[in-house]
């Protein structure tokens, strides 16, 4: 028989805030390394080749090899493709010409489609790739979270065969704003604030006090939300109806809150110390709402969908 065991990838998730959309994710042995829009996995493969003698496991001989696998999705497609190398294998005895096929599958309306060199032997390298296909996605519908599962069958004669499969990180399509695409949704995007500068001074002071929540630098993630009930509960909760008398005089008179309403951490769920209110023009917060819309669109940032605010 033939006994697989892999060292499981333990994901990783980097400072992609400040990541370019387009950078593919580095590679670390036994570790899922994801951005917005990629993945890099790395898995170690042993094959033990074990034969039966008067009812006792008899070990004739090993294999060992690696499979990388590169994923990069599209943020304004559905459709994408990855790449995937294996080495050639380290063996001993009997673990020479090992024969292996290799399979893929997805969920929620996405399909893989495996391009490899099915039954080939694992004494040299090889490469293959993994076409995605998704289902027409009507506009506002957000797809559930898939990952691939990858499947490796190993096969050698007078020996039965033996398999082995793992998964890719997370990943998640949509149509939120009228054009399909996909994200890795567990990796942190960033959105920028310097162009609305009272909203930037408000976070700025916060964070001097010791407010961390959506800094990407150590601070912790906040996360969005889609509630449009809770949205209106948030802001309420701490924006008074009225401007003070001096932000009156100013023009100031549109109260913004952060954490943002639309967040898990909005409104008091955080301690006081962790948030504040900064009292802006409308322009400004007018502003404000199309920059996080544009960034969402070309993010694909969802419910619940971690992100930091760079001021």
């Known amino acids: ?82 790449k995937f190398s294996l080495s050639k ?30 039954g080939r032997t694992l004494d040299s390298k090889a490469s293959g790739s993994v076409d995605y296909k998704t289902d027409p996605i009507k506009k506002k519908k957000i797809n559930a979270k898939a990952k691939t599962t990858y ?19 997370a990943y998640r399509c949509d149509n939120f704003y009228g054009t399909s695409g996909c994200a890795i949704p567990e990796a942190p995007t960033g959105v920028s604030m310097i162009n609305q500068p009272r909203i930037a001074d408000g976070i700025r002071v916060l964070r001097l006090r010791g407010g961390h929540y959506g800094d990407p ?26 401007p003070p008398a001096d932000m009156k005089r100013a023009g100031r008179t549109s109260c913004d809150e952060y954490p943002f309403a639309s967040t898990y951490e909005g409104g008091t769920h955080l301690p006081a110390k962790q948030r504040t209110i900064t ?14 819309t544009n960034w969402r669109r070309a993010y694909h940032v969802m419910d619940h969908d971690p992100f930091f605010v760079i001021v």
Not at 281 to 290: H, L, Y
Request: include cysteine; charge should be positive; aromatic fraction near 8%.
């Open 151 to 169: 499947t490796y069958t190993f096969t050698k004669a007078g020996y039965n065969p033996g398999t082995v499969s793992y998964d890719s990180a």
């Open 1 to 82: 028989m033939l006994r697989v065991t892999i060292g499981r990838a333990v994901q990783q998730t980097g400072a992609s805030a400040l990541t370019a959309p387009g950078a593919n994710a580095s590679c670390s042995i036994n570790r899922i390394t994801v951005n917005r829009y990629s993945e890099c996995e790395w898995i170690t493969i042993h094959v033990d080749v074990i034969k039966i003698v008067r009812g006792q496991p008899v070990l004739e001989g090993t294999a060992d090899f690696d499979a990388k696998h590169q994923m990069t999705l599209k943020a304004k497609s559905a459709n994408w493709s990855e």
């Open 217 to 242: 630098y150590g601070g912790k993630p906040l996360h969005w939300m889609i509630n449009e009930k809770q949205k209106r509960k948030n802001r309420s909760a701490v924006c008074p109806s009225n």
């Open 279 to 292: 009292w802006v023009k409308k322009a400004e917060n007018d502003s404000q709402g199309g920059t996080i």
């Open 89 to 118: 294998a380290k063996t001993t005895r009997a673990g020479k010409g090992l024969h292996v096929n290799i399979a893929a599958s997805s969920k929620s309306g996405t399909k893989a489609k495996v391009h490899f060199d099915q």
